[in-house]
């Protein structure tokens, strides 16, 4: 066993080592470290309001409902009393991530794995008062949290136009063709940050298992796009830094589907350029790890 676990750890340094060159010892350094935060204010309580909009103090002038800490909002600590909570703790990645969706009043919103449920709240806030969102999760524990996320958060008027579901994402397409004008999929990954801070996982790390993991989140991509309507938008992301599970996924969609996709280029307040998409990496921002694509449906 003592073989196989050093096997397993070395083979994951000569991979990463091999992608970011002479970048992969602080990147792996800040990928064992704990994430920062922010408070994303919660938009049904916040969001008819101008006043944390013109705060002084914005520590995110792309998104000005995201905060530090309480005390940028005139508080010391949260708001108590409310019906609802009043800010959900997010990496600001994820909050660009679902940003990026464009998500308009009126729509109708797939969330395909939509667990814990912090994008899926900026996506319920941003359907308006007559768009629907279906937030889908497969893992049952994972369901429980993400209801109750939704109910902590949002209110019950809203509720009413939430879906949660259980399906296989892979088949969704199939059975759901053309029905949404969003679909997120922000796909199961390596998640190489947590693997790296919990050991006994890292022992069963492999490049074959990053491969299937690429296979199963192409399987989700295809079946987000036939899920989309003509003209619609996907988002696929992960918190991966593997170019396997990122741009690797995009250029095989691209290769094989073409005929009725394209890339939508797109640049995030945070983070970089890659050559199918965008990621945010925790060794040059105080955030992520994250990365996404966008692409429209021809």
């Not at 204010?41 to 530090?68: H, I, M, Y």
């Not at 806030?125 to 958060?153: P, Q, T, W």
């Not at 990621?279 to 449906?297: I, N, Q, S, T, W």
Request: charged residues 30%; contains cysteine.
């Amino acid at each position: 066993m003592g073989t196989q676990r050093r096997d397993a750890r070395e083979d994951f340094e000569e991979r990463y080592a091999s992608i970011f060159g002479s970048r992969w010892p602080v990147l792996r350094e800040r990928l064992l470290e704990a994430r920062e935060r922010c408070i994303r204010l919660n938009g049904f309580l916040f969001g008819r309001e101008d006043w944390f909009r013109n705060r002084p103090t914005v520590s995110f002038k792309w998104a000005p409902e995201c905060l530090r800490d309480w005390s940028e909002a005139g508080f010391e600590d949260a708001p108590q009393g409310l019906a609802l909570e009043a800010g959900y703790l997010m990496d600001p990645a994820s909050v660009a991530v679902a940003l990026a969706l464009e998500v308009n009043e009126g729509m109708k919103v797939l969330d395909l794995c939509a667990a814990p449920g912090g994008k899926t709240l900026i996506l319920a806030e941003r359907m308006g008062e007559f768009g629907h969102l279906v937030a889908n999760e497969l893992s049952r524990s994972r369901r429980f949290k993400l209801l109750d996320v939704l109910n902590r958060y949002v209110p019950d008027t809203v509720l009413r136009r939430v879906e949660v579901r259980s399906w296989d994402g892979s088949g969704v397409g199939l059975r759901h063709p053309e029905q949404f004008d969003r679909v997120l999929v922000d796909a199961p990954c390596s998640a190489e940050g947590h693997l790296l801070q919990h050991p006994r996982e890292l022992d069963r790390w492999s490049a074959a298992r990053s491969r299937q993991l690429a296979r199963r989140q192409y399987a989700l991509l295809c079946s987000a796009l036939l899920a989309t309507r003509p003209g619609g938008r996907v988002v696929y992301a992960t918190c991966s830094v593997s170019p396997t599970e990122n741009d690797g996924v995009i250029e095989r969609l691209l290769h094989r589907k073409g005929e009725m996709v394209r890339r939508i280029p797109y640049r995030a307040p945070l983070g970089e350029q890659t050559a199918m998409g965008w990621c945010v990496l925790p060794d040059r921002e105080r955030a992520g790890p994250a990365y996404f694509a966008v692409l429209e449906k021809i």
